[in-house]
Each structure stands twice: as C-alpha cells, then as structure tokens.
C-alpha cells in the first residue's frame, strides 16, 4: 500500500510514530511532503529559540528515523495539488506520486490581516523557525517592535521582541489581552503583569495600516480608532493576529486523518 502523508509537523510526525509502532501486517510505502526545509520540531516551544535553544534542540525527530523506517521525506517541496479521481499528488517541484490511502497533517498558517502596508520589509509572521530567524536578524537593527494580535501566540511574539532588547507593543482589537480565554477580571489581571515587565499593551484598538518606506529605518506601525491614534516608529512588526488551518491543498482540510 502506498501512503502519502502531507505535511511534518508536530501532528504529522507522531502519526508517523504511531504508524511505525504497529505490527500488525505489511507495512505502506510512506511518503512525506513537507513544505519547510526541516523535519517536524516543537512549535510550543518555538520562543525557546530565542533563549539559547537551537533548531536540532527544538526537533521532534530521533536521529535516523525516516532512514530506518523506510519512509521517504520531501523537504522543502510543498504538495500543491491532489487530483482524488486519479490518487495522485502533484508537489511545487513537479512530482507525482500515486496514493492508496493519503493523510493531510498540514496544521495551521497565520492570519495575515488585509492591512495597507503589510508587505512592507519587517514584516512578519510568527510561525516557523525561519520567521524567527528573520526577526532576529531584524532586531538587530531596530529600536521599537510593534505585534499585531493580544492571543497566546502575540503574547509569546511580544516576549521574545522584549528579551531582544527592543521597546515593545502590543496591539489588539478585543477589550483584553487573550479575550477567547479570559474574562474582563483575568484580561486586566494579565494586563498589568504583562506591563510590569515592560511591554505596552493597547486593546480595543484597530490596526488601520502600516506606514513607512522600504528602508528599514523610517517604517513605522500606525494602530487607529476612534478617538485614539498612536504612530510609534518600530521594525519588526509581527503579524499574531490568528491561526487557521491550513486548507490546501485539497477539498478539505485536516490537522490529520489518522483513521485511514
């Protein structure tokens, strides 16, 4: 049986580990298509990186696991298309490869808001080890950094932006910071913590658009809304607004079809 298995994340990599822990018969022919250019690492633990931590002390993968299983990886060639009346997948380097049974573990992307400005340089998403790495190089040339986005995962981006060294803000349209999580006494109980260790924090603030030029230098972050308005010159700006999941390729999306 052929198994083609799209994407190597954190959710795609233990169901490697749960395919290759049966005994049960033959074992498939595994493929894995992935579109970044390392093997599954720990996500959860992706701020770490900034702490010291590097990206073997972050992987997920035990040394030689695809070689001693079998199972072919594709780093770095994205799976584009699934065509389901042939069984086959097309990836972004022109492959195809024919499936009996295939499982979609493609996770989840960031939200990029529609934002005039959001393609400036300096602007990020907070998602891969290669997103930090340019954020790094960024904060090396910065002062201010701005995050787009009060969750979890903004709150882990503003962290990382304050332990770089630069004057930090937070920007969020919701009332409080984590507004999903918390109620009104939790979001102003997380507020002064969070300002206690020297990150601005602005909620119920709409972030209108990112103005600026392409150097580096002059770009500046102008969060608006009705009666306030704050223009802050600041490089990086990182995009943690929401993740979805991603859906593509494919009719339908999947952190992972294990019932195959």
């Not at 787009?148 to 930090?168: P, Y």
């Amino acid at each position: 049986m052929k198994l083609v298995i799209v994407g190597n994340g954190m959710v795609g990599q233990r169901f490697l580990e749960q395919l290759v822990s049966r005994k049960n018969g033959a074992s498939p022919e595994v493929t894995v298509f992935c579109d970044e250019r390392r093997a599954a690492y720990d996500r959860v633990q992706l701020t770490s990186f900034f702490s010291g931590k590097s990206a073997a002390d972050l992987s997920l993968v035990p040394a030689g696991f695809f070689d001693q299983h079998g199972i072919a990886l594709r780093l770095g060639d994205k799976a584009v298309a699934i065509d389901r009346t042939r069984k086959l997948v097309r990836s972004a380097r022109g492959h195809e490869l024919p499936y009996d049974k295939l499982v979609l573990a493609t996770g989840s992307y960031p939200f990029v808001p529609s934002l005039p400005g959001a393609e400036w340089p300096d602007c990020f998403v907070y998602r891969a080890i290669e997103d930090l790495e340019a954020i790094r190089t960024a904060a090396g040339r910065a002062r201010v950094g701005a995050v787009i986005g009060g969750g979890l995962l903004g709150l882990e981006a503003a962290k990382a932006l304050h332990d770089l060294g630069l004057e930090t803000h937070v920007v969020e349209f919701a009332p409080r910071l984590m507004a999903v999580q918390l109620d009104d006494s939790g979001g102003r109980l997380l507020r002064r913590k969070i300002e206690a260790l020297g990150v601005s924090v602005h909620v119920s603030r709409q972030t209108k658009e990112i103005v600026g030029a392409p150097d580096a230098a002059t770009n500046c972050c102008s969060p608006t809304a009705p009666r306030w308005k704050r223009t802050s010159p600041c490089s990086p700006r990182v995009f943690a607004r929401a993740i979805g999941s991603r859906g593509q390729p494919g009719s339908r999306s999947a952190s992972a079809a294990a019932s195959w």
